[in-house]
């Protein structure tokens, strides 16, 4: 399959940010080609040439953390303090999935990521097996990160996921991951540790979330989540954290030092209530930062304009300060931030030899009017509305409303539905 | 004009809210029936039935707080401190803009208000003319606010407004207002509240948005800016505040006795870095909340959405409990209360008799599904992407992504263009 945009405005997020007018070429998965207007005749023929009229593309954003399975809880269970969201609703709720519900609530949430210009999430969930088929099966890329906890999952399965996703599917990567470590005992997380020095591999994991949190893990450990994991030698290969909301000094140097990512999900920590996380200062230490949704539970939406947007606005009135964490810093996370972070090396701008994930916002919506600078207008303006296409890995999924799936959209919903209802009723 | 929709869910937003399933006629711009589902041959004809396939009826939102012309500063002067942007970016500029101008910006807003189901907006801009012109002619509702300082208009100018504008067309109405305790001295206060006493009217005006501002009045006057305008008679016949961010004890019980509305803007608040109100506690008191967008320079969207889910997720992290302001209270402050707030007593539910002011949000999308609790749905989850229709005054705006105005919306994208351009051209 062979396509070409032309007429177009181009954002490869290479250094520096800047737009220009041009086309871009797609065969076989790769971006062929991205850079000027090709004024000489072209003489091989493309499956599809589409004239943009001067909407832009732009690297696929990143949703890197997600539960995607859960959107069957959206809406669910609301407006609930954290402890009882979690322990009323969500756990015994989550006990009556079957792999077959974690396939098709999957399915549904890579719907959902499609219409907000998302190409890539980064998972954790119960069952890789589910995950990685929704993701195969509907053309969507996914980094599947381990949910092991004392509840789930052993050592031998993570490692033996890890070996088995790894070389499953040109769209399926897997890395080493737990829940965290409040679910997770010491013996295990020593042996996550081991398995980061065996594949000298990243390992992510849910960190300093809420106040509550980082005080129990100090009660139990004398450390913050950080620094108790750093001394296991859980971080010795790099990763991440999912939310970093409450850090010490102590946990920003050793991200710092360890080239840890930060994967913040400001709308979750909004929603929950859990807080607002200090993202300048990990932007001014020059730590990787990365954007994701959060699962659709703890949400309730999968769309990456209001989490930029969030991403900003909530560090403008943390630190009483409108110019901190500029629009551009947002895109970065957004983009390329998370593809580092997920360890998507090939997915990240649009240059030639790279994975065509891309998505084309439209700019011929009053949001995005006057073109006074498009960048900002993305982070500050935009809205899933602005998405005309979503592309990964060469195909097109999604177009003006409409998807390009394997199964018709409206028996998604269907089945759905069906498993909510019927996980309602067994919980009564 | 008659119109009949049928298979629709129903929420009118009378109490207690509940969703049912039925039709709605509407003729002439008022509804005439809202009700179960009509079995019985119907004899008259509509000039036009839309089958809503269960997708959702409700009132319009209602954005009670914007300036609509600022839409050409939109994502020029953002990452700025506050008062660099004011007084850098935002008067400057302003001070070119002419009548003709404002009209073709304020057209611009008015389209993007549709995209988010917006039906009305509660304007406070320089130039009234031109904002009745742009809403007349694109058949758009709007309750225009005095703007009066002590740089623009005079109290005789009040006086002339206030009759002309509320006698001018169905579709405009006009309120008493000022821009701020702190740019209006107090000779015009005074007489504000001399003419809020000749019209028995209420008064709007921005208050207590930044705590610098809070500081100055006390330092200035001894009172806050609420206490100081009660002082002065302002408020002795009700009216209101934009963004009331910084309250003390006696300030909202001001706002509790004169039955004062709150205009609450959470975006703007973020991205100016003014802080966050204390939703929670003036629904506590029984004060009426209502919201909006504010202008598209301190926003920079202009979507009922994106206020929706900061009205509540804000809440949550301001008071450190998930559970507070709930959605249902939401989504009265952006359609009931801000009728409330605006005087716009015939357009706040979905009953015969009410104006014909209502939004058909998409439901088969799947940032809608399952449909676990659609109500929730729209505050933590729903975007201008599920805004099939937007109808104001029985007629038909938007709808799938198209406008129906009286100028073409390419057009006005191109104007728009050209005065900012000028504009920036004329700065330099």
Redesign the interface.
């Known amino acids: 399959m062979t396509i070409r945009f032309y007429n177009a405005r181009i954002l490869t997020m290479e250094e520096p940010l800047e737009i220009f007018m041009g086309e871009l070429w797609v065969k076989d998965g790769k971006i062929t080609y991205c850079g000027s207007p090709v004024s000489a005749p072209i003489t091989q023929p493309f499956d599809r040439e589409m004239d943009l009229q001067g909407n832009l593309i732009l690297p696929g954003f990143k949703n890197a953390h997600t539960h995607s399975a859960m ?6 269970a ?5 402890q009882d ?1 979690l322990s009323k609703q969500v756990f015994p709720m989550e006990a009556l999935l079957t792999e077959s519900d974690i396939y098709t609530l999957s399915k ?2 890579i ?2 990521y499609l ?1 907000s210009g998302i190409t890539a999430n980064f998972d954790m969930y119960v069952n890789s097996d589910a995950i990685a088929q929704s993701s195969v099966d509907t053309g969507f890329r996914t980094v599947i990160v381990s949910g092991l906890n004392n509840f789930v999952h052993s050592l031998k399965g993570l490692a033996d996921c890890y070996e088995t996703y790894n070389h499953f599917h040109p769209l399926i990567r897997y890395q080493l991951g737990f829940h965290a470590e409040y679910t997770t005992n010491e013996s295990l997380l020593l042996g996550v540790a081991e398995l980061a020095k065996t594949y000298h591999a990243p390992v992510y994991t849910h960190n300093s979330e809420t106040n509550a949190e980082v005080a129990d893990c100090i009660r139990r450990t004398g450390k913050t989540p950080t620094a108790y994991l750093a001394s296991l030698g859980v971080y010795d290969y790099g990763g991440g954290g999912y939310h970093c909301v409450h850090f010490s000094e102590e946990d920003i140097a050793i991200f710092k030092e360890k080239h840890l990512s930060v994967i913040t999900n400001p ?1 979750s ?8 996380a200090p993202i300048r200062r990990y932007l001014a230490e020059g730590i990787n930062v990365a954007l994701g949704t959060d699962g ?1 539970a703890s ?5 990456m ?2 989490e930029m ?2 991403m ?3 560090a ?2 943390r ?6 964490v ?2 551009l810093s947002v895109l970065r996370a957004a983009t390329v931030g998370g593809a580092k972070a997920m360890g998507l090396s090939q997915c990240h701008t649009l240059t030639v030899g790279s994975c065509a994930d891309l998505t084309v916002l439209d700019l ?4 995005m ?6 960048l ?2 993305i982070v ?6 602005n ?1 005309l296409l979503t592309m990964v890995n060469g195909r097109v999924l999604y177009e003006k409303g409409c998807f390009y799936l394997d199964e018709d ?2 028996t998604i ?1 269907e089945k ?2 069906k ?2 209802q019927r996980i309602k009723a067994a919980k009564k």
């Open positions: 959107t069957f809880l959206r809406s669910f609301d407006d609930l303090p954290l969201w549904l949430a719907a959902e219409t709308a920590n909004l929603k929950l209530a859990s807080g607002i659709p949400n309730n939406c999968l769309d304009f209001r947007f969030l900003t606005g909530l403008k009135v630190e009483e300060d409108a110019s901190v500029d629009a011929h919506k009053p949001n009017q006057p073109l006074n600078h498009i900002k207008n500050y303006s935009g809205s899933k509305d998405v959209i409206e919903y759905c539905n498993i909510t």
